[in-house]
Each structure stands twice: as C-alpha cells, then as structure tokens.
C-alpha cells in the first residue's frame, strides 16, 4: 500500500512544531501548549480513495480557517476510534453546539461542520491517540442528512459492526506490512462495505444498505470468524453456517464471488498460518506435529500430504530449508 508518515523526531526541535503545524495550514490553524517542544507520531495509509490514519500527538487546538476548502462543504466523513485522551468538537453554524468524545469509542464528523478540535490527555499521561479513516460521501449507501444524526455520537466497539470496524482499522495498521500495492484499492472496498452496514444498523436502516454491500459485509464477518476458530478442529463450513444463521448451501454462494470455497479459505488460512510457524527460528525447537494439530490439522499424515501438495515441498524440508536461509 501507499504509506506516508511524520515523525516529528526527525527535525530539529525549533522546526517540529511549525512543520506539523504546515501539514494542515490548508484547512486549520493549530494552536499547542507544547509548540516549543513538540512531538507528533503520525502514519497514513492509501486505500483507493479510503485513507486510513494512525495519529499519536502532544495536545493541541484546531480552528478552521476562513480561507479552508471546508468552508464550502466536504465531500469526506471522517471516522475517528479515539485509543486515549479527550477531543472537545464544536460546531459554530448550529449554534455552538459541541460534543465530547473520550477514549473507547469511534465518533462519526463532516469536517465541513467542525469549527474547532481540541485535543486533551491527563496531566502526565500518554500522548493522545487515535485511528482515522476518511471516505468519501458518495462511496456509502446513505443520504447526507440522515449520516448527519450521528455526527458526535459515540459508538462502541466491544460488540456488532463497531467491534468489526475497530478489529480491521487496529489490525491492518499493525500489520500494513503484509499488504501490497494492489491491496490497497481490494482494502477500501472492504472499509467502505463495513462504514455503510455500521451506520445503515445505528439508524436503524439496513434497508437503505444495498443487498450486494450487506453481502460483502457479511463475508468479511464470516473471514473474521473463521480466523478466531482455525485451530478448532471441527471447524466446518456447517459450523460456520450455524454460527452465521444462513444455510450451508448460502454460505457457497457467497464464497463463490471470492472466486473460492469455504473449505478451501480454511485450509489454506490454517497453511499459513503453519508456513509462518515453521519459518519462525523462535520455534525451531516446536515439533512439526504439534504445530500442525495447533492450526487444525491433527492428523500428521493428513497435514504433510496437504501441505507438500500447496508448497511444493514436506513440511520438514521446507523448515530445514527457510531456518537455514535465515542463518545465512
């Protein structure tokens, strides 16, 4: 994927704050108690036309400018899961009203609506952080105005479409590493399929989400599933159904437009899973059966003529193999 990243220790310390300060000169003027000392930790992510953002700063202040392009309105919602600190939003043309959003939530604003930002943190305590992603208006399934009811609102993420939503954003920043290029577009498609079905189910309006993005949504919720279960061993496309409430024969379907079957998306997720393991020199001294039987293969005989079968080599070959690029 496209990364892009501010470090703030990277310059000399007179010029951080004023560079950090530049990044968004365009559309805010930023105020900090911390100017001559600042410390900002910033990455971007480009998926498509989705951007998601990993942000670690000192506290500060935002204010829009009059000469911002937001002044005329905004073609982006911008959704934030606040990991710690305070942001206090206000909004000036609907009569100063501001709204309160703490850690533990993600929180739905049209920057064209927002007038100020202020960023808080306990005295002593950790840098504020948060994700953010930013979509564009006309990607989603829903009008305007009807998003505009959850601007301000907290949302949780310990359970439904809020826990999905934190589950992608946290892991694909941890691990953007693992993505390519071509990722990225694939990526967005997916954050705009889970940014729709969250607000069509807080408004109470699954209908307005169209049948092929409930659909999509529904297979990532599934992909998410059987992940969690891999090393169950009865894991089965019947389990899977069950768990989901949909008949065996509709999950099909709905693998065959990712081009696969359920059985094959298992197997091959518990492959990798076991390839990563045996290239791992911190496991070297892990039987390759055990290893196996971890990931759902308890059968050892099973498991080698499946594995040599995808890769092309036995499991110990392949071990021997990559341990001893490694030590070269």
Sequence with gaps: MIETAFRSDDLPREERFER??????????????HAEDYWAH???????????????FLPMEVHRTPTSPFASGSDIYQISLVQNGIVRTEWTERNSVSAVSPAGGLYVHDPARVEMSAFHVPAGGE???????IVPKSMLALPPARVERLFGRRVPVDEGFG????????????????????????????????VSALFGHLLAGEDAVTPE???RTLILRIRVFIQEHLSDPELS???????????????????????????????????EHIRRALSDAALRGMPIHAIAARWGFPNAADFSRTFRATYGVPPRDFRQQTLGAVRT
């Design 237 to 271: 496309p019947q389990t899977v159904a069950d768990a989901h409430h949909i008949s065996v024969s509709y999950l099909h379907k709905l693998f065959q437009t990712e081009g696969t079957t359920v059985a094959a998306f298992i197997r091959r997720q518990r492959l």
């Design 163 to 194: 826990a999905l939503l934190e589950k992608f954003l946290s892991g694909l920043t941890a691990d953007a590493d693992s993505f390519g290029p071509a990722d990225g577009p694939r990526l967005g498609t997916v954050a705009v399929d889970l």
């Design 213 to 215: 993005s409930r659909a």
């Design 20 to 33: 950090f300060r530049g990044m968004v000169r365009e559309f805010y003027d930023a105020r900090s108690e």
């Design 127 to 133: 840098p504020y952080q948060s994700l953010c992603m």
């Design 42 to 56: 910033e990455r971007y992510l480009q998926l498509g036309a989705v951007q998601v953002s990993h942000k670690r």
